[in-house]
Nanobody
Framework: QVQLVESGGGLVQPGGSLRLSCATS????????MTWYRQAPGKKRELVAA????????NYADSVKGRFTISRDNGKNTMYLQMNSLKPEDTAVYYC??????????WGQGTQVTVSS
């Protein structure tokens, strides 16, 4: 079955960096666009960044442009989110997501990112 497993979250000071990973299995990773979302306490889940299947087209939320970089390794069936210059408002649970034609949306379990001094 389709599995998405996030890792790499943690506690970091403002201005610090983290790299999230989303390891996938159960589908042909290289055929599908992938997306990172996040959800802060009391807030709606929001799109952070998206990448196409080939990895040559990306989109970012305005709030993370210039600080976050989404990427993927189709040989490893893994997506990444490099997060630099982290701010307290980046604190959230981060989820990876994909939509598979005919089957719907799939989500990982999430990884907590906390930015605090």
């Amino acid at each position: 079955q389709v599995q998405l497993v996030e890792s790499g979250g943690g506690l970091v000071q403002p201005g610090g960096s983290l790299r999230l990973s989303c390891a996938t299995s159960g589908f042909t990773f290289s055929r599908y666009a992938m997306t990172w979302y996040r959800q802060a306490p009391g807030k709606k889940r929001e799109l952070v960044a998206a990448i196409n299947s080939a990895g040559d087209s990306t989109n970012y939320a305005d709030s993370v442009k210039g600080r976050f970089t989404i990427s993927r390794d189709n040989g490893k069936n893994t997506m990444y989110l490099q997060m630099n210059s982290l701010k307290p408002e980046d604190t959230a649970v981060y989820y990876c997501n994909t939509r598979i034609l005919g089957y719907g949306a799939y989500w990982g379990q999430g990884t907590q990112v906390t930015v605090s001094s």
